[in-house]
């Protein structure tokens, strides 16, 4: 796997040279658009709404639409002048206990392993992390984008969590309509306790699958070879209105299952 970036951790005046690999990919089956006569795919051009003619790359720029139909040009030499963090530098700002930041904050996800002059200072942030049981709050330019983001351990392994910034996070009391939350009955909340007992568990990613992606590629293999193919049924929607009722089917149905 080739890393996707190079550069260093700067740790107070210590410098840990690192590779950043991506630590997950999207598995999505992938479809392109056809033309239906004669299935060849559709092209995409990119075309001046304007003079109606194609555009090539050289003749595009970035503009910035403040007002409707209205736009201001910014050239590549506007963003080279901005100040921002050092473009090959993850500046650490502070170190914080990993359950302060709220899974919400979030985004992406990368591995960081040692460049070759970079083996003991990685070793060194590992194992000072793992003994505080912190994490540390850093800031890193990626493909041009300044990030907040964390280093943590994932599995022996420094990695760098990307976040979003505070005003990225939408303020669930400020953009929903929550109603008053209405009264739960102590018997309700006793059979709900059960229900999560009943289902309680280590977490194996190792058990899960992405089933519907594993049915789509069956149907697409059958589809190539003209064969037929059986789609297992959806089951059936069972919703129980009364909370109470549906509760203790619940139950009895776990405990069914579990024997």
């Known amino acids: 796997m080739r890393p996707l970036w190079k550069g260093a951790i700067s740790f107070g005046l210590v410098n840990v040279p690192v590779k950043m690999y991506a630590a997950t990919e999207k598995k999505n089956v992938k479809f392109r658009y056809l033309h239906r006569d004669c299935n060849a795919p559709v092209e995409y051009k990119r075309v001046c709404s304007n003079c109606k003619k194609e555009v090539p790359y050289e003749e595009i720029v970035k503009g910035y639409e403040y007002e409707p139909g209205k736009f201001v040009v910014l050239e590549d030499e506007d963003f080279e002048a901005l100040p921002q963090e050092e473009a090959r530098s993850i500046n650490i700002v502070e170190f914080v206990n990993l359950s302060e930041i709220d899974p919400v904050y979030y985004d992406k996800t990368y591995y960081l392993t040692p460049q070759e002059t970079g083996?003991?200072?990685?070793?060194?942030?590992?194992?000072?992390?793992?003994?505080?049981?912190?994490?540390?709050?850093?800031?890193?330019?990626?493909?041009?984008?300044?990030?907040?983001?964390?280093?943590?351990?994932?599995?022996?392994?420094?990695?760098?969590?990307?976040?979003?910034?505070?005003?990225?996070?939408?303020?669930?009391?400020?953009?929903?309509?929550?109603?008053?939350?209405?009264?739960?009955?102590?018997?309700?909340?006793?059979?709900?306790?059960?229900?999560?007992?009943?289902?309680?568990?280590?977490?194996?990613?190792?058990?899960?699958?992405?089933?519907?992606?594993?049915?789509?590629?069956?149907?697409i293999k059958a589809k190539i070879h003209d064969e037929d193919v059986t789609i297992p049924e959806r089951p059936k929607d069972e919703r129980v209105v009364n909370l109470m009722e549906a509760l203790e089917k619940s139950v009895d149905l776990v405990k069914e299952k579990s024997g």
């Not at 994490?135 to 890193?140: L, Q, S, T």
């Not at 939350?181 to 977490?203: H, T």
Request: net charge negative; with cysteine; glycine share 2%.
């Open 119 to 219: 083996e003991k200072p990685y070793q060194l942030l590992k194992q000072v992390l793992k003994e505080k049981g912190k994490v540390a709050v850093c800031k890193v330019v990626i493909r041009s984008k300044s990030n907040l983001s964390c280093i943590r351990i994932y599995d022996e392994v420094l990695t760098l969590e990307t976040m979003y910034f505070p005003d990225e996070v939408r303020n669930p009391k400020e953009e929903l309509e929550i109603e008053e939350q209405p009264e739960v009955m102590s018997r309700e909340l006793e059979m709900a306790g059960q229900l999560v007992d009943s289902l309680e568990g280590e977490f194996q990613p190792e058990n899960y699958q992405d089933e519907y992606r594993e049915h789509l590629m069956d149907l």
